[in-house]
């Protein structure tokens, strides 16, 4: 069991690093679909076709199950073949932002002359929207066995904070 380290992002933070990462996301699918594009002629009509077939090529979108419960959320997010280091878990006040990113690499003087190898470059990036705020600061996150499991901890609301209405 290892633990993950957690960035803490507020909403004028969030653009600066959450949102780039995004959009170098979507520029390498863009340009893997217009490869694709290109290798078909060039032919109108499978524009979303060839977006997909980018995405699914060059990002996993991990399956995941989100729990919530009175004082806090649980998330489990599959992450086989990621250590602890390969993923980022960014928390926001109302969001949790999982990514990850791991390349293969290896040398013949380890192994020998290498016949074939499918391993390659693999990215995840998937964003969990939350039905109530958390506090950023006490989000914990672990890999266990290719899971990664969190825990959030909603705000808790001052009960001095409520009004109280009487009639005099």
Not at 28 to 56: C, K, P, S, Y
Not at 127 to 148: C, M, Q, W, Y
Request: charged content about 25%; overall charge negative.
């Amino acid at each position: 069991m290892s633990n993950v380290a957690i960035e803490k992002a507020e909403h004028g933070t969030e653009a600066a690093t959450v949102m780039k990462e995004a959009s170098t996301v979507a520029d390498h699918i863009r340009d893997r679909a217009f490869h694709l594009f290109l290798n078909r002629g060039g032919a109108d009509g499978f524009d979303l076709d060839h977006w997909f077939q980018a995405e699914q090529e060059l990002m996993q979108v991990p399956e995941a199950h989100l729990i919530e419960k009175h004082d806090s959320f649980h998330l489990h997010v599959a992450v086989p073949g990621f250590s602890e280091k390969d993923v980022k878990v960014t928390a926001l006040p109302n969001a949790l932002i999982i990514s990850a990113q791991a390349k293969h690499k290896h040398s013949d003087k380890d192994f020998g002359t290498h016949q074939f190898c499918s391993f390659g470059e693999k990215r995840m990036f998937r964003r969990f929207e939350l039905s109530a705020p958390i506090n950023t600061d006490k989000v914990h996150a672990r890999l266990e066995n290719g899971l990664l499991k969190l825990t959030a901890h909603k705000l808790e609301t001052s009960i001095s904070s409520a009004l109280t209405v009487s009639a005099a």
